[in-house]
């Protein structure tokens, strides 16, 4: 069964960088469509963004447009989202998840926090 387990996580000021990384077992992520969500305290969870595995088209949310990355890591079976100029509004946990005919596969998530 897929699992997908979340890594580069940390704290940052605002205007640093990190490199989230989704990695899987137990299928091969090119296979599928990743997205990343983000859940900051007291909202809803969100996409930020999404890469497609038919065609390897990327969509990333106008909150994050030209700061964020998403981006495929095959020899490493994982997908990456880079986030650049990272924000205080910025601060959450950050997911990756996919799906396919059994379901939705969640990673555990990673907090992201942004401060000075």
């Known amino acids: 069964q897929l699992q997908l387990v979340v890594s580069g996580g940390g704290e940052v000021q605002p205007g640093g960088s990190l490199r989230l990384s989704c990695a899987a077992s137990?299928?091969?992520?090119?296979?599928?469509?990743i997205a990343w969500f983000r859940q900051a305290p007291g909202k809803d969870r969100e996409e930020v963004a999404c890469?497609?595995?038919?065609?390897?088209?990327?969509y990333v949310d106008d909150s994050v447009k030209g700061r964020f990355t998403i981006s495929r890591r095959t020899p490493e079976n994982t997908v990456n989202l880079q986030m650049n100029n990272l924000i205080p509004e910025d601060t959450a946990v950050y997911y990756c998840?996919?799906?396919?005919?059994?379901?939705?596969?969640w990673g555990q998530g990673t907090q992201v926090t942004v401060s000075s």
């Open positions: 998840k996919t799906w396919d005919w059994n379901g939705e596969y």
């Open positions: 137990g299928g091969t992520l090119d296979n599928y469509a």
């Open positions: 890469i497609k595995s038919s065609d390897g088209s990327t």
